[in-house]
T-cell receptor
Framework: RKEVEQDPGPFNVPEGATVAFNCTYS??????FFWYRQDCRKEPKLLMS???SGNEDGRFTAQLNRASQYISLLIRDSKLSDSATYLC?????????FGAGTTVTVRA | GAVVSQHPSWVICKSGTSVKIECRSL??????MFWYRQFPKQSLMLMAT?????????EQGVEKDKFLINHASLTLSTLTVTSAHPEDSSFYIC????????????FGDGTRLSIL
């Protein structure tokens, strides 16, 4: 079983729509969680950390469910510029594990 | 926020050439840096953990003699791909983490290596 699994998508949504996707992780001892955004042929950029109580940053909301070992990302009011691959990243004893990414395409 | 600079961003060279990639933390000291490799449509895979002043820790399956890592200072780590071959063509990315527990990693711009 992979350490981090994501639905690869793609999620094709119209502008203004809401899109959400999950990521599951296998190690219950994992300590911290992040969502990164990666544009084609570019380096990953931190989108947001994911906290136990859930957190919001503008149009982006992240949730963590430790019992079921998954994290989620929700994007409201999608913009064309949100089109990217979103990487789920899990930190376990200072070692990062990456999901393969979920591709989101926002169309006009 | 923390900035990590990576150079060069793109390299094309002949098979058998050795290629050096630099990773610098510009506004913080990084005792630990990480080197990743990413093949198309795949996730980042950790190659090695670079520790300032000591030997790098390589992940299973990564040849230490093939991928030489030097972390000579608190702001610079280098990865040298020795005698590169076409199968080494990939996107190489370094990262560094800031101070404190559970801090996110900040990535360099990445180096696209193409071996002909």
């Amino acid at each position: 079983r992979k350490e981090v699994e994501q639905d690869p998508g793609p999620f094709n949504v119209p502008e203004g729509a809401t899109v959400a996707f999950n990521c599951t992780y296998s190690n219950s001892a994992s300590q911290s969680f992040f969502w990164y955004r990666q544009d084609c042929r570019k380096e990953p950029k931190l989108l947001m950390s994911v906290y136990s109580s859930g957190n919001e940053d503008g149009r982006f909301t992240a949730q963590l469910n430790r019992a079921s070992q998954y994290i989620s990302l929700l994007i409201r009011d999608s913009k064309l510029s949100d089109s990217a691959t979103y990487l789920c990243v899990v930190n376990t004893y200072y070692k990062l594990s990456f999901g393969a990414g979920t591709t989101v395409t926002v169309r006009a | 926020g923390a900035v990590v600079s990576q150079h060069p961003s793109w390299v094309i060279c002949k098979s058998g050439t050795s290629v050096k990639i630099e990773c610098r933390s510009l506004d913080f000291q990084a005792t630990t840096m990480f080197w990743y490799r990413q093949f198309p449509k795949q996730s980042l895979m950790l190659m090695a953990t670079s520790n300032e002043g000591s030997k790098a820790t390589y992940e299973q399956g990564v040849e230490k003699d093939k991928f030489l890592i030097n972390h000579a200072s608190l702001t610079l780590s280098t990865l040298t791909v020795t005698s590169a071959h076409p199968e080494d063509s990939s996107f190489y990315i370094c990262s560094a983490t800031g101070q404190g527990d559970n801090q996110p990693q900040h990535f360099g711009d990445g180096t696209r290596l193409s071996i002909l």
